[in-house]
């Protein structure tokens, strides 16, 4: 069929305008700064930054931070491999962008093996204690409210950050491991300047200003670390030299774990974490869930996250509806989108979870067959308002609906290294600062409150995501790698709660069916439904579809939807790079 150039010409003319309405609107400094409740969103308090597309031959690396980046990019100038990057990028996050990352929490990584064309995947996430039951958030026979489960002893899980990183090496590092510590650990005693981002979080977060070890680091004075002070974290150093010579058993045996565990439980709200889980805790390599959209490979991490299946069903789910015909930007594509969204949320409220715990039909939720009927039920012109479960392999009557919610944090970075390996992390402690224990200069996750706090819906079915001891709680995060004829196109991933799911599918739809480039598709405005309201980006171009989704039957909400994608995608000239304006990241390559 010959190719109609005049509609290709007005199409991309349309996206062109789009895209630069887009990024007008950010670039003004959208939100005070006013102090947030513990549980408020305080993401909406930092402006944007100004990012254009990075470009490189021979490696990059993508993080939420410029010293960050840095690192991984010496890294790679000093012949180290992906992972090797991944490493150091982490540890300097964990001192630099403490409020979303760190040693005290737990990630998924997934790594991309340019000679044997193979993608495998691992699971850092946190587990629950041994002795801890359904009833871990109750108190008195009642549920806790969320924000006391957020900031207790109770929602600190065992970390898994170190133990993923260590068998990531073992399997791709090139470099000594002690190697990989040198930028942290000199940041760390030298001090590092408090970036804005930071300072917002640190002056927004109450909850963290009444702990009082992580009071004494981040309120010089009693007042909020302020933009350009100069932090300096010798507790953290420590750690890490000992973790960088005598390997990640200091972390999880001896002084270390004792003052982790003594923190938890000296919690005014304590936890049951014990020094006996600290040292049975294993990272996992798991089986990646892939799909095809169009000539693309896409796979992402499998349970105990959410993430990878949801962004695989949206993608399935739209390819029937042609949405690389659609204008990005248009009613008509936000309809879609959230449309798919709500499916999708809908089945991960029932059926994931920790697979060691539970069966989770995952060939079933990603055969495209029943990918096809899921998507032909989204009707043209009228929103379904809620969606409602499928049921792929009759087990829905005695799945519960999930009652977990989260706050946003994390963080994601990518690294394509000079052989063409590539690493995809997303990293978390899960809502900002996590539980706000602050330990040997680092913070511990509050990664239980990812559980449903209920352990049985209201109809009394039980629910996928209950607490289960040593279960690992369900995640939203999506690292991603996309290939395309068995070799690496793309790496992406987004922080941002069960949003991540919506933020991902959004950046992946913009790069491969719309062909934008990786930095315009970081910026088009956040739009989705979590089969909730339709929510549309604050400040940004989205919020004209307003009227046109209503009168579709959607309710809609304005929100400020804090992505933080960080991708790097291949084009004919070679590697590019894309940084997420929402927050303060960098890519940087040679
Ligand atoms: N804890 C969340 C998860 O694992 C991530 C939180 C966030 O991205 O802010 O899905």
Sequence with gaps: MPTDFSSLTLRSALKQTWVAL????????????????????????????????????????????????????????????????????????????PQSSGVGGGAFLLHYDAAAHKVRSYDGRETAPASVGPDLFFRQGKVMSFGEAVNSGRAVGTPGVLRLLKLAHRRHGKL????????????????????????????????????????????????????????KNPAYAAVLKRVATEGVTAFYEGEIADDLVAAVRAHRVPGELTLADLSAYRAKERTAVCGKHAVYQICSIGPPSSGGIAVLQMLGMLEQHQLDQMQPGSVEAAHYFSEAGRLAFADRERYIADPDFITVPVDALLDPRYLHWRGAQIDSRMSMGTALPGDPLKMLAKRGKDQAADVPSTTHLVVVDAQGDGVSMTSTIESEFGSKIFVRGFLLNNQLTDFSLQPNDPEGRPIANRVEPRKRPRSAMAPTVVMRDGRLFMLAGSPGGSAIINFVAKTLMAVLDWQMDVQQSIDLPNIGSRNRDTELERGSAAESLQQGLRQRGHRVTISPMPSGVHAIVFDKEGITGGADPRREGRAAGD
């Design 22 to 97: 887009a990024l007008l609107a950010p670039l003004t400094a959208l939100h005070a700064q006013e102090p947030q409740t513990p549980d408020a969103a305080p993401e909406a308090s930092t402006a944007r930054v100004y990012q254009t597309l990075v470009r490189a031959k021979r490696f990059m690396a993508v993080s939420a931070n410029a010293l960050a980046t840095q690192a991984g990019q010496e890294i790679l100038r000093d012949g180290g491999s992906a992972v090797d990057a991944a490493i150091a990028m982490q540890l300097v996050l964990g001192l630099v962008e």
């Design 176 to 231: 000594p491991w002690p190697r990989l510590f040198s930028a942290a650990i000199t940041l760390a005693e030298k001090g590092f300047a408090v970036s804005p981002r930071l300072h917002a979080q640190i002056a927004g977060n109450r909850a963290l200003f009444a702990q009082e070890p992580a009071r004494d680091y981040f309120y010089p004075n009693g007042q909020p670390a302020a933009v350009g002070h100069i932090l």
